[in-house]
T-cell receptor, first 115, second 111 residues
Framework: EAGVTQFPSHSVIEKGQTVTLRCDPISGHDNLYWYRRVMGKEIKFLLHFVKESKQDESGMPNNRFLAERTGGTYSTLKVQPAELEDSGVYFC?????????????FGPGTRLTVT | AQSVTQPDIHITVSEGASLELRCNYSYGATPYLFWYVQSPGQGLQLLLKYFSGDTLVQGIKGFEAEFKRSQSSFNLRKPSVHWSDAAEYFCAVAGYSTLTFGKGTMLLVSP
């Protein structure tokens, strides 16, 4: 069974540009999460999809970030326009069921560098 | 609000020596606690989890963790470290559907 995959693994863009990150969850997992780790800080929750619906987007930093999950399969996270403080590692995770006791399976992350 | 503290940013351990990584949590109810590990180029892998019951939890790769409610701690241990254990370790507490992580501890293993 394939794990959670993320693309690209690295992205370097200039301030003001647009970047789109993609996450493919484990097949059959209705729940998809995005997290971010800024250098030197904790991994922080961004948002949670259940199928194609946003269940919780309380962690999204501002309206420059747009997450979509059309069709309830893969998800994209677009940053437009990118700022220097957006640099970090963006992790995607998925789970079959939502809830505290259910394991979230993480992808390898996308390292975003904004120069 | 829930929070997790990992007081050690880096730890260096000699191969074969024992290991303990510290984790303290703050959570208003019964905590559900996790330890994840991230090796270079890999995703976060679950080592072990605590929900209830026996406070000493066994995980993969020979790791264990002990839940101590009185100290709000969930420390990770391994009796003998291998060079392949060099990685970054994260402690986390679960909310309804989200995880709150500590800042991570980077483990370096010396020969």
């Amino acid at each position: 069974e394939a794990g959670v995959t993320q693309f690209p693994s690295h992205s370097v863009i200039e301030k003001g540009q647009t970047v789109t990150l993609r996450c493919d969850p484990i097949s059959g997992h209705d729940n998809l999460y995005w997290y971010r780790r800024v250098m030197g800080k904790e991994i922080k929750f961004l948002l949670h999809f259940v199928k194609e619906s946003k269940q919780d987007e309380s962690g999204m930093p501002n309206n420059r970030f747009l997450a979509e999950r059309t069709g309830g399969t893969y998800s994209t996270l677009k940053v437009q326009p990118a700022e220097l403080e957006d640099s970090g590692v963006y992790f995607c995770a998925s789970s079959q069921v939502a809830g505290r006791i259910y394991e979230q399976y993480f992808g390898p992350g996308t390292r975003l560098t904004v120069t | 609000a829930q929070s997790v503290t990992q007081p050690d940013i880096h730890i260096t351990v000699s191969e074969g020596a024992s290991l303990e990584l510290r984790c303290n949590y703050s959570y208003g109810a019964t905590p559900y606690l996790f330890w994840y590990v991230q090796s270079p180029g890999q995703g976060l892998q679950l080592l072990l989890k605590y929900f209830s019951g026996d406070t000493l939890v066994q995980g993969i790769k020979g790791f264990e963790a002990e839940f101590k409610r009185s100290q709000s701690s969930f420390n990770l241990r391994k009796p003998s470290v291998h060079w392949s254990d060099a990685a970054e370790y994260f402690c986390a507490v679960a909310g309804y559907s989200t995880l709150t992580f500590g800042k991570g501890t980077m483990l370096l293993v010396s020969p």
